[in-house]
T-cell receptor
Framework: SQTIHQWPATLVQPVGSPLSLECTVE??????LYWYRQAAGRGLQLLFY??????ISSEVPQNLSASRPQDRQFILSSKKLLLSDSGFYLC???????????FGDGTRLSIL | GEDVEQSLFLSVREGDSSVINCTYT??????LYWYKQEPGAGLQLLTY?????DMKQDQRLTVLLNKKDKHLSLRIADTQTGDSAIYFC???????????????FGQGTELSVKP
């Protein structure tokens, strides 16, 4: 069966520090991968999606970037965090055929 | 616009039925989803319905889809305290043909189940 792992679960970082969140999927090949952010107001916003290695699309302009160095690895990064980057970050995967997206357990990021 | 809309709160008594409503915007959405989020956790896929269906039942869950009104509902029968969570509906927007779609989420409905 397929599983998705995100880490760390919780992160507290100072403003201006770098960020690296990692997501890996097991049990499937060539998945679509997604990064979402859930702000305090509950809504989820798609940040990045990837349909293959080194193929990243950005949905909204922001202080973050994403990379997919391997088929089942998706990384969310920032060179300098802003206070507004605080939130709950969720990684998800789906198959190519427009099937449901399955989410990881999320990373809660607090910026001080 | 892109908005998927849900009421923010719903309170029911244990054993009653809960009905969570959602309106969406894109009539070409192929799949519509219901996700459940418990405090501090990720999103758990509860159920989904394909756009050519009117109803789908899965144990205590019943999904109704009214395409004409772009209205989706989730009914939970015999609601239990363990059902307390935030429920999100989501519609699919195709990104690239046959490459999958992004999800547009509603704001979530917080279901509170009182004993």
């Amino acid at each position: 069966s397929q599983t998705i792992h995100q880490w760390p679960a919780t992160l507290v970082q100072p403003v201006g520090s770098p960020l690296s969140l990692e997501c890996t999927v097991e049990g499937t090949s060539n998945p679509n991968l997604y990064w979402y952010r859930q702000a305090a107001g509950r809504g989820l916003q798609l940040l990045f999606y990837s349909i293959g290695i080194d193929q990243i699309s950005s949905e909204v302009p922001q202080n973050l970037s994403a990379s997919r160095p391997q088929d089942r690895q998706f990384i969310l990064s920032s060179k300098k965090l802003l206070l507004s980057d605080s939130g709950f970050y969720l990684c998800a995967w789906s198959t190519k055929s427009n099937q449901p997206q399955h989410f990881g357990d999320g990373t809660r990021l607090s910026i001080l | 616009g892109e908005d998927v809309e849900q009421s923010l709160f719903l309170s029911v008594r244990e054993g009653d039925s809960s009905v969570i409503n959602c309106t969406y915007t894109d009539s070409s959405s192929t799949y519509l989803y219901w996700y459940k989020q418990e405090p501090g956790a990720g999103l758990q896929l509860l159920t989904y319905i394909f756009s050519n269906m009117d109803m789908k039942q899965d144990q205590r869950l019943t999904v109704l889809l009214n395409k004409k009104d772009k209205h989706l509902s989730l009914r939970i029968a015999d609601t239990q305290t363990g059902d307390s969570a935030i429920y999100f509906c989501a519609e699919t927007r195709i990104m690239i043909y046959n490459q999958g779609g992004k999800l547009i989420f509603g704001q979530g409905t917080e279901l509170s189940v009182k004993p």
